[in-house]
């Protein structure tokens, strides 16, 4: 995709939502850590409505220990994997307090090294939660990355790395959720609305869906 089309791209996903953000409700960097974690294989609608039930019970690091690993699973049980995530925010709670003075850090070493955190949840909350320009390359995104042509690859590591090379520098903090919120709800994965896409014309996609 040429230069100029990139800047179109981002300039037309940029007029249908001004300011984008998570689907995922939370009001602190820690709430959105715990939620992010929870949100692996999970849906954002599913997160949302444990964290709703989690989050007025306990939402710092310390109140989390206190609810303890049995006391948590009580409120996320609805979410899969919650035995593991339930382990994985109790160790991170407990770092978190440890290490950080209970902050969730804004540094990806830092993050990474969290129990449940990888790369595509650190690019998460540095982008939300601190601004910061990364890109947490999902299964939407890496779909809307290849099909449309704006940066092919085939694991999420190589997409990430030319997505950060071919997002306009002043599109790039915004990036991540303009191509999420397009992948789920446009270029949805078994198939596309091509005929109510607003990239269609620079789409390289060859196999556009019509009407």
Known sequence: MKAADRVEFFER???VTPEPTTELEYQTPFELLVAVILSAQATDVGVNKATARLFPAANTPQAILELGENGLKHYIRTIGLFNAKAGNIIKTCRILIEQHDGKVP???AA???L???GRKTANVVLNTAFGQ????????IFRVSNRTGLASGKT?????KKLLKAVPKDYLKDAHHWL????RYVCKARKPNCPECILRDLCTFRNKTVL
């Open 106 to 108: 804004s540094e990806r």
């Open 111 to 113: 993050l990474e090294a």
């Open 115 to 117: 129990p449940g955190v």
């Open 133 to 140: 320009p990364t890109i947490a390359v999902d299964t939407h």
């Open 13 to 15: 996903l940029k007029s």
């Open 156 to 160: 999420p590591l190589q997409v990430e």
């Open 180 to 183: 999420i919120l397009h992948g």
